[in-house]
């Protein structure tokens, strides 16, 4: 397979022509793919049409799966996550956020799979942690480095819509016992580029642990609004067939919730990362 990548923008997103993702990965088209994920930060495959079996065994090609201990699963594929609108009010995916950083060691990446989509609206957006972090000044950068920041996954998943059956509740009572609150870096240091990139977001940070609570809010928002600068974002509009991959440890991503009450499906598959540093 001959690869070609065509940029989207100039802080972010490529499309990806010349590779069936249904096919098993070489060694060699990985190793293209994952510096190809460096440069763009987000890559777009058209006309995929792939299995969730597929799917999984495409983002397993980059490492170790995540089960999510909320959402819906495949049921004899628990690494594929459901995100369906008759399962779920998809609200929470209507804001600036990073994928599962409520945990010690967020994702590397994700690999989401359109596979009902409205006949229009439900685009998504990503940002560039990295374009943000360089758009700072040299002073606020150094103020900004050496914070932590408090995520949670209670922020993005309360629990009166989320554990609002018997059933629903024992889980959500079970990931709140086994998923505390955790502590990043606010400026996080890419494991592989070495790039400097803006690590919170709406969906789950909720305080600058060194900072008092009004001025932790103030900066909060400054960073949150910051980050969702079209100059540093790119938006999709998807297609059937379409399959989109992403550097989590460097990006935030919006899925626009304009589209109800028509029915739309999407597949995720979640690569498990390592811990920011």
């Known amino acids: 397979m001959s690869l070609t990548f065509t940029r989207l923008s100039p802080a972010i997103g490529a499309v990806v022509a010349g590779i069936d993702l249904a096919r ?14 460096l440069e763009y930060q987000v890559l777009f495959f058209r006309q995929q049409n792939i299995t969730p079996p597929q799917q999984r065994d495409f983002a397993a090609w980059f490492g170790d799966l995540h089960v999510h201990p909320i ?21 929470d995916n209507a804001i600036w956020h990073t994928d599962v ?43 900004l480095d050496g914070l932590t920041a408090t995520h949670d996954f209670t922020k993005s998943f309360p629990l009166e819509r989320f554990g609002n059956t018997p059933e629903a509740l024992a889980r959500y009572e079970e990931t709140r016992r086994t998923t505390p609150p955790v502590t990043h870096p606010v400026i996080r240091t890419h494991p592989v580029s070495g790039k400097k990139a803006l690590f919170v ?21 400054f960073l949150f609004d910051h980050f969702a600068k079209p100059e540093y974002s790119v938006r999709w509009r998807w297609q059937e ?5 992403w550097d989590n440890r460097v990006t935030q991503h919006y899925a626009v919730d304009d589209y109800r009450p028509v029915h739309r499906i999407m597949h995720r598959a979640t690569i498990l990362g390592d811990k920011p540093f």
């Open 101 to 143: 950083t409520f945990i010690d060691t967020p994702p590397l990446g994700s690999v989401l799979a359109a596979r009902k989509l409205p006949p229009y609206g439900g685009d998504t957006l990503w940002a560039s942690g990295t374009a943000a972090y360089e758009a700072l000044s040299p002073h606020f950068q150094q103020l």
């Open 241 to 245: 067939g379409d399959v989109a991959f």
């Open 24 to 37: 098993p990965l070489t060694a060699a088209l990985r190793e293209v793919i994952s510096t190809a994920l």
């Open 71 to 91: 959402y819906p699963k495949i049921d004899d594929i628990p690494q594929i996550m459901v995100l369906d609108t008759a399962q779920n009010d998809l609200r």
């Open 201 to 221: 977001s709406d969906g789950f940070t909720t305080r600058i642990n060194e900072l008092e609570p009004a001025e932790s809010a103030a900066v909060l928002r």
